[in-house]
């Protein structure tokens, strides 16, 4: 097929997962002035992708399937080479409270800050901010309990960095989600600060 090398071109030069339907178009209309390929469907990039992922098994990058999209990226035996050569030390890392609260925030969602602290027993206004400074969460919205209370959810930027699909590859995903959350504390009440 004339146009995997178009394929994997693409997916090496995203920025981000790029999903097959997009990538079936852009074949299909072809470059600015070019022609491309009419009759290319999305099931045929997935299906080239399958063997694109084969092909690069044995050398040092992965097509993965993360944020519902592919993205080539470097096998994980080799991080520590191009971290190296990027001169990258460690990357910034989220602190316990952080990883708690979005773990609260990614099986709950949406779910407000009230109901985030009611779990996690602390004022985590800190925590939710940095979160969504940091891209990993977002404000989703509005609640419609009293005082209209701001949502979280997560990003693309979280499944991609916990190498997720979707948020139904989360471990044990249902059967957290039938567990009963405790009743947010009183605003008005005294709060425990986060350490």
């Not at 990226?73 to 990357?91: E, F, I, N």
């Not at 910034?92 to 800050?113: C, F, G, H, K, N």
Request: proline share 10%.
């Amino acid at each position: 097929m004339e146009w995997a090398r178009v394929l994997e071109a693409l997916l090496f030069a995203a920025t981000e997962p790029m999903e097959p339907g997009r990538l079936a178009a852009i074949l299909r209309e072809g470059p600015e002035g070019g022609q491309g390929w009419p009759e290319v469907k999305e099931q045929d990039v997935r299906d080239e992708m399958l063997q694109l992922s084969e092909r690069l098994a044995p050398r040092g990058l992965i097509l993965r399937e993360v944020a519902g999209g592919f993205r080539i990226g470097t096998a994980p035996d080799l991080s520590g080479w191009v971290a190296k050569l990027k001169g990258v030390v460690r990357p910034p890392r989220l602190s316990p409270p952080a990883l708690e609260t979005m773990a609260v925030i990614a099986y709950r969602q949406p779910i407000s800050r009230a109901e985030v602290e009611a779990v996690r027993g602390v004022d985590c206004s800190g925590t939710l901010d940095t979160l969504v400074e940091r891209g990993i969460i977002r404000i989703t919205g509005r609640s419609e309990a009293p005082g209209r209370p701001i949502l979280y959810g997560t990003t693309p930027l979280f499944l991609e960095h916990f190498g997720l699909k979707d948020l139904e590859d989360l471990p044990n995903s249902e059967e957290l989600r039938r567990v009963k959350l405790p009743a947010p504390a009183d605003p008005a009440g005294p709060k425990q600060e986060e350490s």
